[in-house]
């Protein structure tokens, strides 16, 4: 069964820079999407950034195009999340979440995946 497993939160000044990483376990990522998300309390979880399996299709939210990169390490079978320049508002748990490509409603709804990691904490102080 596919696991997925996140790392890499913790607090930063804003400004700063973290690398959030996804470790993928039990499946190929041939044909698969893997997205992170993130959500505050009371709110719904919000699509931040996806990449296809073979790496090389990517979405960005708006928010986050231009100081965020998503990346993939097929041999180490991690997606990683690099961003830059966070802001306290980026304060959230971030969730990678993993399915098929081919989304019915977008790739950024959490209602398209079935995989889901446990979440990291980022915290982004000002």
């Known amino acids: 069964e596919m696991q997925l497993v996140e790392s890499g939160g913790g607090l930063v000044q804003a400004g700063g820079s973290l690398r959030l990483s996804c470790a993928v376990s039990?499946?190929?990522?041939?044909?698969?999407?893997i997205t992170w998300f993130r959500q505050v309390p009371g709110k719904e979880r919000e699509g931040v950034a996806s990449?296809?399996?073979?790496?090389?299709?990517?979405f960005y939210a708006r928010s986050f195009q231009g100081r965020s990169t998503i990346s993939i390490d097929n041999p180490k079978k991690t997606v990683y999340l690099q961003m830059n320049n966070l802001k306290p508002e980026d304060t959230a748990v971030y969730y990678c979440a993993a399915d098929q490509m081919g989304w019915s409603s977008g790739w950024d709804r959490e209602d398209e995946y079935g995989y889901w990691g446990q979440g990291t904490q980022v915290t982004v102080s000002s």
């Open positions: 990449i296809s399996g073979k790496g090389g299709t990517t």
């Open positions: 039990g499946m190929t990522f041939f044909g698969y999407a």
